[in-house]
């Protein structure tokens, strides 16, 4: 068969008011044009785990207007797509329907909302794709796809067994940066997450030796790249993400991932990521306001436990010069008016290299979708496409919608201002400069 593997790829934000700062901030469109050039690393693991015999093509599609340049001469054709642009990802399915191309569809998305993508596929995948893919592309190959494809529970995908994803499909001259993972899932519970946690309930790593062969794959195509980990939480196993630093050390790459504020607390580990070319991290802060975090992650408050490390830990960690990009989310229960100048507050006192604020959102299939809905309070049930972090999708409870929205357009434009940005700079340089003269005293002594 020819399969043609589609990934709906644009980033989103309606607001026209985001979109006009969006255009006119440098940081802001910065890491956006940056994330925007990255492939589906779903879709490439996927392709790694189609049986023989077949032949591949990897596509993306940033918007509609690029569907007619797509081919047609598929005999199955898969769709990714978050659930920003899943509206989208349903025309391009009825799109090959209509030309007689059986189309299956799977994802965050689709895993939280099946029956609604199976009214668009001719097959949805409910979870990861590693253990049933094979079986969709046999059973496609055969003529007898079967509506839904779903792991039993408890057959939970190993990621010691996963393959080297297709790197080799992408067009090498269209990226910047690649993605990687070097674990999946998270032990945290947060309300409103909407990453992998939806697809397992089990935090998974991959062994040192397969994210070498991955690291030199990409190496193959691309010399000098920089990697994304397209990890929910690095670092969670400590004995792990020591030995794979070191491992990493030889391989000259330079990185980002993601990960909680806890790293901060293991020196060595930390010492051992700047050796192995970590020079972002990028941790969810949630808030500065303690009453705001309370609740936030639902097994044991551990987010609201951390709270008071949090200047010690981004000193801790930027002091070594990897970079900490903060994120905070705006219109959590307890935020008042003031949240917004409590976030600029703090950014600029922790000295944040970058920072990234984003709405509360309610995404399907999440603990606070089911909360929103049951209080009333979702502002837009159904229209996933306004879950761009960016749009409201949740109604505040202490504050206005317009006070919300007037006060995120102030706090995008106040934090991401040439003042702001190169005031906390100045800070992480200091903090750099600090940590190194502390270091050069204790070998002294
Ligand atoms: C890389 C990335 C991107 C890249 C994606 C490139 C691409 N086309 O895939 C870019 C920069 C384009 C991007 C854009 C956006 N992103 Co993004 N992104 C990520 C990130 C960091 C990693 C995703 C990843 O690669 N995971 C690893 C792969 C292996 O997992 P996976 O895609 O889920 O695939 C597995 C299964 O789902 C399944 N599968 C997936 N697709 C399919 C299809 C078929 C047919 C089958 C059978 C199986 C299958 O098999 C795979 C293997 O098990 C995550 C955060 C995180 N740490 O996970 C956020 C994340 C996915 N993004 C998010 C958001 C909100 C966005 C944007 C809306 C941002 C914006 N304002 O524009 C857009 C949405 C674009 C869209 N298509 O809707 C949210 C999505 C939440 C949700 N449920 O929708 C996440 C979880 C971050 C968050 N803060 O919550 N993003
Ligand atoms: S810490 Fe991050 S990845 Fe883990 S559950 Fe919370 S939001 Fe999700």
């Known amino acids: 068969m020819r399969i043609g593997l589609i990934a709906m790829s644009g980033v989103r934000a309606h607001d026209p008011e985001l979109t006009r700062l969006g255009l006119t901030l440098p940081g802001f469109i910065e890491r956006n044009k940056?994330?925007?050039?990255?492939p589906s690393l779903g879709l490439l693991t996927l392709a790694a785990c189609t049986p023989d015999g077949h032949e591949i093509a990897y596509h993306e599609i940033a918007d509609l207007q690029t569907l007619p340049e797509l081919p047609v001469a598929f005999d199955l054709v898969a769709i990714s797509s978050f659930s920003a642009q899943i509206f989208e990802a349903y025309q391009v399915a009825d799109h090959y329907r209509g030309l007689g191309v059986p189309v299956v569809l799977g994802g965050i998305h689709v895993t939280a909302c099946p029956d609604e993508a199976a009214e668009h596929a001719s097959a949805v995948v409910v979870g990861e794709g590693e253990r049933l893919w094979p079986q969709v592309v046999r059973d496609a190959a055969a003529g007898r796809l079967r509506p839904r494809y779903e792991a039993a529970p408890g057959e939970?995908?190993?990621?010691?067994?996963?393959?080297?994803?297709?790197?080799?499909?992408?067009?090498?001259?269209?990226?910047?940066?690649?993605?990687?993972q070097t674990s999946r899932g998270c032990p945290h519970r947060c309300e409103f997450c909407a990453s992998s946690i939806l697809l397992t309930p089990a935090y998974k790593l991959k062994p040192v030796d397969k994210v070498l062969a991955e690291i030199q794959a990409i190496k193959a195509i691309w010399p000098r790249p920089?990697?994304?980990?397209?990890?929910?939480?690095?670092?969670?196993?400590?004995?792990?993400?020591?030995?794979?630093?070191?491992?990493?050390?030889?391989?000259?790459?330079?990185?980002?991932?993601?990960?909680?504020?806890?790293?901060?607390?293991d020196p060595e580990l930390l010492d051992a990521m700047r050796a192995a070319g970590?020079?972002?991290?990028?941790?969810?802060?949630?808030?500065?306001?303690?009453?705001?975090?309370?609740?936030?992650?639902?097994k044991a408050d551990w987010k609201l436990r951390q709270r008071p490390r949090y200047l010690e830990a981004i000193r801790a960690i930027q002091g070594r010069g990897i970079r900490v990009n903060g994120c905070f989310i705006l219109g959590l229960d307890e935020d008042t008016?003031?949240?917004?100048?409590?976030?600029?507050?703090?950014?600029?006192?922790?000295?944040?290299f970058d920072v990234q604020?984003?709405?509360?959102?309610?995404?399907?299939?999440?603990?606070?979708?089911?909360?929103?809905?049951?209080?009333g309070r979702l502002l837009h049930p159904g229209d996933w496409?306004?879950?761009?972090?960016?749009?409201?999708?949740?109604?505040?409870?202490?504050?206005?919608?317009?006070?919300?929205?007037?006060?995120?357009?102030?706090?995008?434009?106040?934090?991401?201002?040439?003042?702001?940005?190169?005031?906390?700079r100045r800070r992480f340089r200091e903090q750099v400069r600090a940590f190194s003269q502390r270091r050069a005293m204790d070998k002294a002594s």
């Open 278 to 298: 970590c020079r972002q991290v990028l941790i969810g802060l949630e808030s500065p306001r303690s009453a705001s975090l309370r609740g936030v992650e639902m």
């Open 357 to 375: 604020v984003t709405l509360l959102t309610a995404f399907p299939g999440t603990p606070l979708y089911r909360r929103i809905e049951a209080d």
């Open 385 to 424: 496409s306004r879950c761009t972090l960016f749009d409201a999708t949740v109604r505040p409870k202490g504050m206005s919608l317009e006070e919300l929205r007037t006060g995120f357009h102030g706090l995008v434009r106040a934090l991401y201002s040439e003042r702001e940005t190169a005031a906390r």
């Open 156 to 180: 939970e995908f190993d990621l010691r067994e996963a393959l080297i994803p297709r790197f080799d499909l992408l067009d090498p001259s269209k990226y910047n940066r690649i993605t990687l």
């Open 34 to 38: 940056v994330i925007a050039s990255l």
């Open 337 to 352: 008016p003031d949240i917004f100048g409590d976030v600029l507050a703090f950014a600029r006192e922790a000295g944040l």
């Open 226 to 265: 920089f990697l994304e980990f397209a990890d929910d939480n690095s670092f969670v196993h400590r004995k792990h993400y020591r030995e794979l630093m070191e491992a990493m050390i030889p391989e000259r790459v330079r990185w980002f991932t993601e990960a909680d504020v806890s790293v901060a607390r």
